[in-house]
């Protein structure tokens, strides 16, 4: 019985030596499958020139390049692309999922998100499949990356906060960049990045189809500062014909920040004629606000309580120029009251969660399969070991 001993020993040894070698393929698997996908969020900036520079007396257009962005398969809203200036970038304070604030801690070019009304200083990209897709500018690839044009009005643009107080930066001054942070109001950290952007020469003469930069960008004074430099309408003799709107048609810009159930919404306007009343109405008279009095630029702002028991989704302000019947409109995203940020991404059912799962399993199956032979090897020696000899037997 003792002769058998030394084969049952090295067999358990190899048994072990088997088992241990599973055991490190399935961790070595779980550890490399279940890393993150794709590296953190990052963006590069390129103008037409080949640099990242932007230009000190026209406007830029730059191509922004994005990958390792996290992707929430059917989340609501998506990331913001804008070019601002943000409070102690190295730090991160400034990211809204930290605490920062709109006209506090970072500042960037209003802009509508509808295609139509867009002139490219702040750009919508969505998730694939969200509700709020068809009002974006693009849709984020599964893999996190993007690729889209942001234009540089000049180094010096002007912000609004969120109680409609205008604000003027100077990129010259201060450091400017790139910013993208989580869309309507979602705080998602994985996708809050700053990427400086150096101001310089970078055209020797104006582009083609291009004129000398303009700090013109969706400006606005506060409704209070609105009210006392606005002439008395209501004091213009009553014989005098009305004047002619400001050049072009009206536009609204409305900061999607704020649009959020039982918040306010905080929008700017341009295009007005100088002094006339403008009412705001939301939807088909959900909520209102007014009569406001247009500026001596024919710029308006607001900020309109958005109702505690509006639905979320998609909705539309209209601001109509009681003198001249001018009308801006525009239509927004609003989250829910209590929208959380997403706290990690949804894979795809084809994508990389489903692949990790599959060779973890794999191997599982492996391990339980070597223990299993071990095992029957084992078993099947103990029987063919002969038994003690019968009494009265010869040796």
């Known amino acids: 019985m003792r002769s058998h001993l030394p084969r049952v020993h090295r067999l358990i ?94 500042r960037y070019i209003p802009d509508a998100e509808n295609a139509a009304q867009n002139q490219g200083y702040l750009k919508f990209i969505a998730f694939p499949g969200s509700s709020t897709a068809s009002e974006a500018n693009a849709i984020l690839n599964k893999n996190g990356s993007f690729r889209i044009k942001l234009t540089v009005p000049g180094p010096t643009f002007q912000s609004v906060d969120r109680t409609g107080k205008v604000s003027t930066v100077d990129c010259t001054k201060v450091t400017c960049g790139v910013i993208t942070i989580g869309a309507h109001g979602v705080k998602n950290p994985a996708n809050e ?39 008395d309408a209501a004091a213009a003799p009553e014989a005098e014909a009305p004047a002619a709107a400001a050049a072009g048609a009206p536009k609204l810009t409305t900061d999607r920040l704020t649009a959020k159930v039982g918040n306010t919404l905080a929008f700017t306007a341009t295009g007005f004629r100088p002094g006339e009343q403008v009412l705001g109405v939301l939807d088909d008279g959900r909520a209102g606000i007014g009569p406001m009095v247009a500026g001596p630029s024919g710029e308006v702002a607001g900020i309109l309580p958005l109702p505690a028991d509006l639905e979320p989704g998609t909705h539309e302000l209209r601001l109509t120029g009681a003198a001249t019947g001018a ?44 223990l299993g032979l071990g095992l029957r090897l084992l078993l099947h020696r103990r029987r063919r070991r002969p038994g003690p000899p019968a009494v009265g037997a010869t040796a």
């Open 13 to 106: 040894g190899r048994l072990l030596a088997l088992t241990l070698l599973a055991a490190t393929l399935v961790t070595g698997l779980a550890v490399a499958t279940t890393a993150p996908a794709s590296a953190a969020a990052r963006i590069t900036v390129t103008n037409d020139q080949g640099t990242s520079a932007a230009d000190t007396k026209y406007r830029t257009e730059l191509t922004i390049n994005g990958s390792g962005f996290q992707v929430v398969k059917g989340g609501f809203g998506g990331v913001y692309l804008m070019f601002g200036w943000v409070k102690n970038p190295g730090s991160g304070s400034w990211k809204p999922s930290k605490g920062g604030v709109t006209g506090e801690d970072y």
């Open 193 to 231: 990045t700053f990427t400086p952007v150096r101001f310089t020469t970078v055209y020797g003469a104006a582009p083609a189809d291009q004129g000398q930069a303009s700090t013109d960008t969706p400006e606005a004074a506060a409704p209070e500062q609105a009210q006392e430099e606005a002439p």
């Open 327 to 370: 009308q801006a409109s525009e239509r927004f995203a609003v989250r829910p009251a209590d929208q959380a940020a997403p706290s990690q991404a949804v894979a795809d059912d084809d994508g990389p969660g489903a692949a990790r799962i599959f060779l973890v399993a794999a191997a599982c199956l492996f391990l339980l399969a070597l």
